[in-house]
Nanobody, 119 residues
């Protein structure tokens, strides 16, 4: 069973920074599709940043230049460095991973981690 656990959220002032970490059970690889999503009440979950199966990265337009996704395979960890945070980015942030089994994709989500941007 694949498990994902996020950490590092909390309260930060506008313009501040936070780093989120996602610890995966078992090994992670550069070919793993892994992403960060966020969701606010009443809205759909949206992609923030992610790694494709080709190992490239993609970002939501709204976070380009401010957020950086990274991963440390040796520590089974994916991270999201968030700088210059805005109040509208208050949300629950989720870690997401796709694992292939017998030719079929299985998707996994972490329980989520609250990020609150407020003065």
């Amino acid at each position: 069973q694949v498990q994902l656990v996020e950490s590092g959220g909390g309260l930060v002032q506008p313009g501040g920074s936070l780093r989120l970490d996602c610890l995966a059970s078992g090994r992670i690889f550069n070919t793993d599709e892994m992403s960060w999503y966020r969701q606010t009440p009443g809205k759909q979950r949206e992609l923030v940043a992610g790694f494709t199966a080709m190992g490239t990265t993609n970002y939501a337009n709204s976070v380009k230049g401010r957020f950086t996704i990274s991963r440390d395979n040796a520590k089974n960890t994916m991270s999201l460095q968030m700088n210059n945070l805005k109040p509208e980015e208050t949300a629950v942030y989720y870690c997401y991973r796709v694992v292939w089994r017998d030719g079929a994709p299985l998707t996994y989500w972490g329980p989520g981690n609250q990020v609150t941007v407020s003065s």
